[in-house]
């Protein structure tokens, strides 16, 4: 990595630590700049940071804690890593919960320095990449837009549903409750042939059996007891355009023959008619059950499904993909903040860790739920995911009352659970991105109680 994506910016009024420190950063790849006083860095910093900050805390003319604020006032996701005399510590434990990334107690070990910093500078990357991605969704006219994710799973589907949309192939779409499969059917209109058309979505689960025919084929006046008015059923309504069969399987066997029937004669009658309707639409179904199953258990038709499944596509839950998790929830805090007019507020290190090792059952709509809650709490940044997932006794909320060497080995246990979550329990792969020998993993991962089976 080069010195640009390493780029720090050091405060301190003793010349001899400056110097010494930004020598020891500047040999070890990063690129510094360096100042004498706060009020000479605010005056550089001002129109921007492009790199992370240590500062000293006790300086003439303006301290640490008030340039901290300061700083937060320019970028409020800056890393800012404070320099403190042991006598403040507990006012730089303070100053982490109004936002400072870290702080080194003085004196400190090189490889202290460098360790916080490189976590800094990751951080930091982290933070730009999720701006860049900001920016491209205000400017992308296409998929991008609307499934976030920079993992290989999510690139994949994109490329997809770019070649699909143009088509009126017939697609199912698999995946777990919440993982997205509407925004899936959704894209494949908006940026198909038939963006100019309706796009109908029908809940085939929500539907009272004795109203689906009505509800997808419509009815005329008087066909049957209420029905006092003609209605035009949803595959009518979306001639020229896409019809989304949400939950599929949830669709009784005796509507299932009608459908295939349909859809087979590209026509349908409403109820009450015996004059045929003709029929042009893009069909597109979803469902979280598993249809072979279904078929074989004899409550989903072979028939059908073989006419709905020519094309297949499966979103990823959120486990699969857990390298994105950061940066949805960035997403979503974001438009959160917005919605509700609350501020932005940066994720804590140990509330990533949080995140990443969390199941999520509910997929992206749980996420999503979680990024609003995390923006309308009233607790301290560093208390709030802790809160929310029921984990009162976590670092985040226990912080002020740790020891360094305590705060140090939760973090080593957070940075250990999130490359075994991000890998999937591939200990190989673990190895290479922290750069740990076999015999020193397995030993942290003994200490730690952390099994690599949960991870798989």
Not at 81 to 92: K, N, P, R, S, Y
Not at 111 to 124: G, H
Not at 297 to 319: K, M, Q, S, T, W
């Amino acid at each position: 990595m080069s010195a640009e994506e390493n780029r720090v910016y050091l405060i301190d009024d003793d010349r001899e630590m400056r110097n010494a420190t930004e020598q020891w950063l500047e040999l070890s790849g990063f690129a510094v700049r360096s100042f004498g006083d706060a009020l000479s860095a605010l005056d550089h910093l001002q129109d921007g940071l492009d790199g992370i900050v240590i500062s000293d805390i006790r300086m003439p003319k303006m301290d640490g804690m008030t340039f901290l604020s300061r700083l937060k006032g320019i970028d409020a996701n800056v890393p800012v890593v404070l320099i403190t005399a042991h006598g403040d510590v507990q006012m730089a434990v303070e100053a982490m919960r109004q936002g400072a990334y870290d702080f080194i107690e003085k004196p400190f070990e090189p490889e202290r320095l460098l360790e916080v910093v490189q976590r800094a500078c990751d951080k930091f990357r982290l933070v730009m990449e999720n701006r860049a991605l900001r920016r491209q969704l205000s400017e992308s006219a296409g998929p991008e837009q609307r499934l976030l994710g920079n993992s290989t799973v999510m690139r994949r589907l994109r490329e997809e549903i770019r070649d699909l949309a143009d088509t009126d192939a017939p697609v199912l779409i698999l995946g777990e409750t919440g993982t997205g499969k509407e925004v899936v059917a959704r894209c494949l209109h908006e940026f198909g042939s038939r963006r100019g058309g309706r796009y109908v979505a029908v809940n085939c689960g929500a539907i009272p059996e004795n109203m689906y025919e009505s509800e997808l084929f419509g009815h005329e006046r008087g066909s049957f007891t209420g029905a006092d008015r003609q209605r035009i059923g949803r595959f009518e309504y979306a001639n020229g355009g896409v019809l989304f069969l949400d939950e599929i399987g949830s669709m009784p066997l005796a509507l299932q023959v009608k459908v295939l029937r349909a859809l087979q004669e590209r026509e349908i009658v409403r109820i009450g008619n015996n004059e045929p309707k003709p029929l042009d639409i893009r069909l597109v179904c979803a469902t979280n059950k598993d249809l072979n199953a279904e078929c074989e258990a004899g409550r989903f038709r072979h028939d059908l499904y073989y006419r709905i499944n020519v094309v297949e596509l499966r979103i990823p839950p959120l486990r699969e993909r857990t390298e994105d998790i950061p940066l949805l929830f960035d997403y979503f805090s974001v438009q959160a903040a917005a919605a509700y007019k609350r501020p932005e507020v940066p994720l804590q290190d140990a509330g990533i860790g949080l995140l990443m090792s969390h199941e999520w059952p509910g997929n992206v709509r749980e996420l999503k739920n979680i990024a609003e809650r995390y923006v309308l709490s009233s607790l301290p940044p560093q208390q709030r995911l802790a809160r929310i997932f029921n984990q009162p006794g976590s670092v985040l909320e226990q912080g002020g009352r740790k020891s360094l060497q305590e705060r140090m080995r939760d973090h080593e246990r957070m940075l250990l659970e999130q490359a075994l979550s991000r890998h999937h329990g591939d200990v190989q792969a673990v190895m290479d991105e922290l750069d740990l020998p076999r015999r020193t993993l397995n030993e942290k991962m003994t200490r730690y109680n952390l099994e690599r089976k949960k991870y798989c």
